[in-house]
Nanobody, 122 residues
Framework: QVQLREDRGGLVQAGGSLKLSCLAS????????MGWFRQAPGKEREFVGV????????YFADPVKGRFAISKNIASNTMDLLMSRLKPEDTGVYYC???????????????WGQGTQVTVSS
């Protein structure tokens, strides 16, 4: 069973950038499709983006399209989320997950990280 752990999030000003890493243990990141989700205060958890098992395909939710990127780092066995041009509405707890299946707008998470807080100040 794979275990996931997001590194520490942070506080960033609007317009800035931040990278989150999700460290996998128990298996390699290339064994699975993986995704990112977020949950803003008082809202449901929402899909952010997904990357295929080999990293060749990525899909993103409309609110982050063009601003976020996902990649896999084989050397560190991490999946990384690079967030740029951040907005206050990007604030929330960010979770990484292994996807049992995925589409261009979803990931069926089967293993989850514990989540990390990202706060974007205006």
């Amino acid at each position: 069973q794979v275990q996931l752990r997001e590194d520490r999030g942070g506080l960033v000003q609007a317009g800035g950038s931040l990278k989150l890493s999700c460290l996998a243990s128990g298996d390699t990141v290339t064994a699975y499709a993986m995704g990112w989700f977020r949950q803003a205060p008082g809202k449901e958890r929402e899909f952010v983006g997904v990357i295929s098992w080999n990293g060749g395909t990525t899909y993103f939710a409309d609110p982050v399209k063009g601003r976020f990127a996902i990649s896999k780092n084989i050397a560190s066995n991490t999946m990384d989320l690079l967030m740029s041009r951040l907005k206050p509405e990007d604030t929330g707890v960010y979770y990484c997950a292994v996807c049992r299946s995925y589409t261009d707008i979803s990931c069926e998470g089967v293993y989850w990280g514990q989540g990390t807080q990202v706060t974007v100040s205006s």
